[in-house]
């Protein structure tokens, strides 16, 4: 199961890159895709040897491409008022995709209630 964390990373970044792709192509005929600003928030280290490790890993390989703009909290508050503190500050600060890398529906879906037009994800809850 922890392989299948990485894909999902890619998949959702990866979709959001062809979205904002497609917008600039729209508007003035871009032909080099935009860079998506991208938050990921931890809740354990980029070093922890599992699943945290693997969505900074894969994180930063998409920033080494080019494609992502990257923000990173690691360590982040495991209770839902901290969480969302965190996960809204970058919401407001012009995050393009916010990505909870935990068990934080809560904390997502009341950011995603302040900030309409963001994408947020999170892995795990119900």
């Not at 982040?76 to 935990?102: C, F, K, M, W």
Request: charged share 15%; proline share 4%.
């Amino acid at each position: 199961m922890k392989r299948l964390r990485v894909p999902i990373l890619l998949l959702a970044v990866g979709a959001l890159t062809v979205g904002v792709t497609a917008i600039a192509a729209e508007a003035g005929g871009a032909k080099t895709a935009a860079k998506v600003k991208v938050a990921l928030v931890l809740p354990c280290p980029t070093n922890d040897g599992s699943w945290c490790q693997d969505a900074y890993v894969a994180a930063k390989q998409l920033q080494k491409e080019g494609l992502i703009d990257l923000q990173v909290t690691s360590n982040a508050p495991q209770d839902t008022t901290g969480a969302s503190q965190v996960i809204e500050r970058y919401a407001a600060n012009g995050a393009q995709l916010v990505i909870a890398h935990s068990a934080w529906q809560d904390a997502a879906f009341a950011a995603a209630q302040k900030f309409s037009k963001t994408p947020f994800v999170y892995a795990g809850g119900d």
